[in-house]
């Protein structure tokens, strides 16, 4: 019978590395990836200098510092860049297994565990992020490994079950600033269900929170940064869709609206009766925190709450576990199935995940010489900045001139480059340029136009 499970839980892990691993190099970098690859990389004295990035981005320091060695173990290609949040998120996979075992208990643990470790293997939100040169799917993975760590601690674990925890804990609030929720989850977990490991707990906070004073200083500098968030703000309307996101991905939720968290709802009632305050809690407590933050930033997506899915896994896994044969079984396929089929549009040949960089900048390298200069138009033309995958894929031959920029005389640099280059190509990456074209158009001899792939134009210009 051990071996029975074992063997189980190894195809289960596979099925969740394969899904990681399929497709992985198939897309270029979209900016934040090639963000992430150009600038987290950096050197620590570049990343920690009185200007440097760590405090102007709000990422703590383990992220830039997993990336940084990672890069220089494995290599700048997108394949091996994309390999690190994948192959650490596959400790999430482990470690919700390892928590339906602990909280459920009982004879049907082991199927809860086994349902819980395939929905997180199958869920099409984590595997877009383990494909995604960001600290996502790093920290979820880590924070899961966390949370059944301090389990395994409140069950009656010695000092080393504790160390091991705060290590964790360590690990994952140095990954990513908001698994501070999670923490929060952890002392709730403690205080409604093993009181008697607060005094262990309260040690083990401390020193999580000795570790993290750098975290506090860099904290404080990006308070007084400017930084108001990328994404959106706080709307009401959007939380009933969250889960729907976090269970089905992004290109899925749409269609399912608040269905998932109705199914949620309704799966805590299978939770043994100890358990069902502090799951419902759990589901939405960090919700409600994020929402607030989000009256002031505008980080209202749940990829920043990612690190509640086990919570999510493990109630639909124990609910289909507690289900009559056959309908146990029958429940989990469909749930696996429905969570294959959200997967299948990010697979889908029309899926772009980001502009084809590597044919531009293939066609690009092949075409240019040293002697050219390469126009490039903004992605953000309040600010002149460029996308970051620019600089990732096309570093030479040509020098690469943006435009137009803010308070630039856009014609006057035109005429320069035209003067001083044997050719100049011209090609929208952002902005659509048609300054820059028109200029080009007026001081230049167009010799061609090209399309390069289904993303990109060029064109060709040399001096009249």
Known sequence: MRRARLAACAAALLIAAALRLAGIGDQSLRGDEAFTARYWTLPLADLTAPDGLAWREPHPFG??????????????????????PALVNLIGAAAV?????????????????????????????????SQDVRNYALWSGVSALALYLLIRAADGGRWRAWALYALAEIAALYLFFLEGFML????????????????????????????????????????QSGYGGTRGGADLALLPNFWSVLLLGELSAPAFG?????????????????LRLYFALSLSLPLIALFAIATRLNVFDPRYILAVVPFGALILAR?????????????????????????A????????????????????????????????TPADPASGATDPAIGYYYTD???????????????????????????????????????????????????????????????????R
């Open 97 to 129: 297994y390892g928590l339906a075992r602990r909280l459920f208990r009982g004879e049907r643990s082991h199927q809860a565990g086994l349902w819980a470790l395939l929905l997180w293997a199958c869920n099409p939100y984590l595997i877009w992020h």
């Open 63 to 84: 992220a830039f510092l997993t990336f940084g060695a990672w890069r220089a173990l494995a290599g700048e290609r997108e394949v091996a860049l994309r390999a690190l």
């Open 258 to 274: 608040a269905s998932a968290l109705i199914a949620l709802l309704i799966g805590v009632l299978f939770l043994p009766a100890r």
């Open 345 to 376: 549009p990010y697979r889908a040949e029309s899926y772009q995940k980001a502009p084809d960089w590597r044919g531009w900048a293939a066609f690009l390298r092949q075409h240019t010489t040293a002697q050219d200069t390469l126009i490039v």
């Open 397 to 463: 031959p040509a020098r690469v001139l943006v435009l137009p920029y803010p308070q630039a005389d856009t014609e006057s640099f035109v005429r320069e480059a035209l003067a001083s280059s044997r050719a100049v190509w011209f090609t929208p990456t952002g902005s659509d340029g048609r300054e820059v074209l028109a200029a080009l158009e007026r001081y230049g001899q167009l010799e061609d136009e090209f399309a390069i792939g289904r993303d990109f134009h060029a064109w060709r210009f040399a001096k």
């Open 319 to 343: 609910a289909t576990a507690q289900a009559r044969v056959p309908f146990g079984a029958l429940l989990g396929v469909a749930l696996i199935g429905v969570q294959l089929a959200a997967l």
């Open 184 to 223: 929060a989850l952890h002392a709730l977990y403690v205080l409604l269900l093993r009181r008697r490991a607060l005094p262990a707990w309260s040690v083990a906070l401390g020193v999580i929170a000795a570790a993290h004073l750098l975290s506090f200083v860099q904290a404080i500098a990006l308070a």
